[in-house]
């Protein structure tokens, strides 16, 4: 049973504007969570994370924010570049856990 | 260099062979995870290794085995593949968050390894 959704498994925004990428999960245990970027023909890179005590988390243009009475997350990228363009995995754990479970990925195209 | 490597990057073979994947990492972490990527399904963990005497089940470690070399190197097995482990497989190290300044439980990830069995 997956844990961890991304139900968009595609989405595209124009340049310059704002992208929205939605991760749901179900396990109320997760307490620590994360993005990756993944570019073809490369591995996933990490890109920004967040842990449960906090609603926000911001690193230049991209913000992750939590809901965790929704058990919902979602990472901002504004403004949108065409390099952004990649596949985006968001990730859960728990912290003192061992094991990472993984969305299914939403790919992401800024049209220029 | 790159910090994480893995060997090969592309191998094709038949159901019924044995395989190897290796990953060596340069980075000085302590944890190695292997994963394999399918699609639709994103990435999904096989095997997890805290230390070199420290191995451990993931999700789908059916058909796989691992062993851990080194702390630096993390091999995977395929003892008889079969057609539905054709997947893009990926290694992965982190810290064990350990100290000030460490942005804890991120993982870096090797450039993957297509693997197809016919």
């Known amino acids: 049973d997956q844990q961890v959704k991304q139900n968009s498994p595609s989405l595209s925004v124009q340049e310059g504007r704002i992208s929205i990428l939605n991760c749901d999960y179900t396990n109320s245990m997760f307490d620590y969570f994360l993005w990756y970027k993944k570019y073809p023909a490369e591995g996933p890179t990490f890109l920004i994370s967040i842990s449960s005590i906090k609603d926000k988390n911001e690193d230049g243009r991209f913000t992750v924010f939590l809901n965790k009475s929704a058990k919902h997350l979602s990472l901002h990228i504004v403004p949108s570049q065409p390099g952004d363009s990649a596949v985006y995995f968001c990730a859960a754990n728990v912290y003192t856990g061992n094991q990472f479970y993984f969305g299914t990925g939403t790919s992401l195209t800024v049209i220029p | 260099d790159a910090d994480v490597t893995q060997t090969p990057r592309n191998r094709i073979t038949k159901t019924g062979k044995r395989i190897m994947l290796e990953c060596s990492q340069t980075?000085?972490?302590?944890?190695m995870y292997w994963y394999r990527q399918d699609p639709g399904l994103g990435l999904r963990l096989i095997y997890y290794?805290?230390?070199?005497?420290?191995?451990n089940k993931g999700e789908i470690s059916d058909g796989y085995s691992v062993s851990r070399q080194a702390q630096a190197k993390f091999s995977l097995s395929l003892e008889s593949a079969i057609p539905n482990q054709t997947a893009l497989y990926f290694c992965?190290?982190?810290?064990?968050?350990?100290?000030?300044?460490?942005?804890?439980?991120?993982?870096?990830f090797g450039p993957g390894t297509r693997l197809t069995v016919l």
């Open positions: 980075k000085g972490h302590d944890r």
């Open positions: 290794s805290f230390d070199v005497k420290d191995i």
């Open positions: 992965a190290t982190s810290d064990s968050g350990q100290g000030m300044g460490r942005t804890y439980n991120e993982q870096f």
